[in-house]
């Protein structure tokens, strides 16, 4: 039974995929990405350095980037630690905070918030800003 639920829980989510194609998702953040100087530091809000890929709490067939505080961190996220992330994320399969697996590949939407939240924040770009590249993100309900 497991299986046939996990089975009808991946057609509803490819469907969802199918609509949201013209978000913003991995594929364009993987490119726009490629484009920055490796060496520049990337930021998802002030003071939160992205740390690693999630599936998102909100919609678990999409990704999220979860964060931490800059003054907690050794050292800064830098673009190119972060591209490489972003290109492992694509394929992978992500766990759902309460279960099932989701694979994601670069239409995949993307969000900001740490595990196990829903914060709302959907990544809409990056944009540079003097010696960083900031990921732009709009409240979506």
């Known amino acids: 039974m497991v299986n046939g639920l996990q089975s009808f829980v991946n057609?509803?989510?490819e469907a969802?995929?199918?609509e949201s194609g013209k978000e913003y998702n991995l594929g364009r953040l993987i490119e726009d990405l490629e484009k920055q100087p490796g060496e520049l530091e990337i930021v998802v809000k002030?003071?939160?350095v992205?740390?690693?890929f999630d599936s998102y709490r909100g919609y678990y067939n999409r990704l999220s980037i979860d964060y931490e505080d800059r003054k907690s961190m050794k050292t800064p996220t830098l673009v190119e630690e972060f591209l490489r992330m972003a290109k492992n994320a694509n394929g992978?399969?992500?766990t759902g905070y309460k279960g099932g697996d989701?694979?994601?590949d670069k239409q995949t939407p993307i969000y900001v918030s740490n595990y196990g939240e829903a914060e709302g924040l959907k990544v809409v770009g990056i944009k540079r800003v003097k010696n960083k590249?900031?990921?732009k993100t709009r409240y979506e309900e």
Request: charged share 20%; hydrophobic share 50%; proline share 5%.
């Open 50 to 52: 992205p740390i690693c």
């Open 92 to 94: 992978k399969t992500f």
């Open 16 to 18: 969802t995929r199918m």
């Open 102 to 104: 989701f694979v994601m």
């Open 11 to 13: 057609g509803i989510n």
């Open 133 to 135: 590249v900031v990921i």
């Open 46 to 48: 002030r003071g939160k």
